[in-house]
């Protein structure tokens, strides 16, 4: 094991020797140093890819005899060392631009280790599309759960990650919320028989492979963002929802409403029913969680779904959230909110909110909640 374990450090260590060099010295030709050039971006990526050309790179950085040219350049480790931090932090603020989480995440200043720093380049290059994760970064800061934007990067985030086997062996979605899971206040971890746990609780990834074809999220699987299951029975449509989920559960509750499928409120149970199982947006809104309780079959496929109607966007300053459960035999909606409340009764403490709501959803705020908004907000 040893011989093996040494071999491979050498085989990484000519490796990383023969990788084009970032030029990280010049001459003006008047024997004085300049600026270092640019290192190929490129080449940070490369290196990052194998953790045996990390270390091989730093021990080569760490070991290395200076040249002459080095020498008169006054290069020494400490200036070699510098300039590759500086490159590789440059290299990572790229590529959260590119992935266009740059609002929402950056790099601390207190993350200075080499060795982390081209973990980080690697998990971030390998992390896939994070459409979908800003609005639910930005619900999470109303809530309380982030404490400011952007999130800071730090070393106990890249350690967070865990090795990297367990990294490349998760979709895309549970990648990247693997980097981020400490900020949002929700845990994510493989146990030691390989379960994933979210929050602590066991979660099952469902593949279209395990999902019936009558499933009502088989045709909408996205391997990239699964379906998943957690140990109470709940069935979500990807991994995103059963975030989003989790997250919305602070708040003031503004208004509720109880319909049942018959008399003059069939029509509004029908419309809850319609809002509950329509593919997204809703409303035009895109924030959305939907799952499906499986243990409480009897009652005609019991569905959930949150929709933010407010608090996903830069410019907002609180949410408000919408959650429905519908059944066979009823219909029920809650409408909770982050915004301060203000004197009044009910829906009255929380004028923006019900403005907000009643802009969003048009006539189905009267379906939904039937006369509990109608109150004075100007």
Not at 59 to 69: G, K, M, V
Not at 161 to 170: K, Q, S, T
Not at 192 to 207: A, H, K, Q
């Amino acid at each position: 094991m040893a011989a093996a374990a040494s071999s491979s450090s050498a085989a990484a260590a000519a490796h990383v020797a023969h990788l084009p060099q970032p030029q990280a010295m010049s001459s003006s030709g008047h024997g004085r140093p300049t600026s270092p050039q640019e290192p190929l971006p490129f080449l940070i990526s490369q290196v990052a890819r194998s953790e045996a050309n990390g270390r091989a790179l730093l021990a080569q950085i760490a070991s290395r005899s200076l040249t002459q040219q080095q020498r008169r350049l006054h290069h020494n480790k400490e200036t070699i060392e510098s300039t590759l931090l500086q490159r590789v932090k440059e290299k990572i603020d790229a590529q959260l631009a590119a992935k266009g989480i740059k609002d929402i995440i950056t790099l601390s200043p207190d993350l200075t280790s080499i060795g982390r720093l081209l973990r980080l380049v690697y998990f971030i290059d390998n992390s896939g599309e994070w459409a979908g994760w800003e609005p639910i970064v930005r619900v999470a800061k109303h809530q309380e759960r982030v404490e400011r934007l952007p999130i800071e990067l730090t070393g106990a985030d890249v350690e967070g990650v865990g090795r990297r086997a367990v990294f490349d062996g998760r979709c895309e979605a549970l990648r990247q919320l693997s980097l981020i899971q400490r900020h949002i206040n929700i845990a994510l971890e493989r146990d030691d028989d390989g379960e994933e746990r979210l929050g602590g609780s066991p979660l099952t990834i469902r593949t279209l492979q395990t999902l019936p074809a009558g499933h009502p999220f088989h045709n909408g699987l996205d391997p990239a963002n699964p379906v998943c299951e957690d140990d109470g029975g709940n069935d979500y449509a990807s991994v995103r929802d059963a975030v989003l989920c989790r997250m919305c559960s602070g708040g003031s509750e503004v208004a509720d409403h109880l319909v049942y499928p018959h008399n003059d409120a069939n029509a509004r149970y029908h419309r809850l029913r319609q809002l509950l199982t329509q593919q997204p947006p809703v409303w035009n809104r895109h924030t959305i969680s939907t799952f499906r309780q499986f243990a409480l079959r009897g009652l005609g496929g019991v569905f959930f779904r949150v929709i933010v109607l407010h608090g996903d966007q830069p410019n907002h300053t609180f949410t408000a959230h919408i959650f429905i459960y519908s059944s066979s035999i009823s219909a029920h909606a809650f409408l909770f909110t982050t915004e301060r409340p203000v004197m009044g009764v009910g829906a009255a403490r929380f004028t923006q909110t019900v403005r907000v709501v009643r802009k969003v959803m048009g006539a189905d705020a009267q379906v939904a909640f039937g006369n509990r908004l109608d109150v004075a907000v100007d």
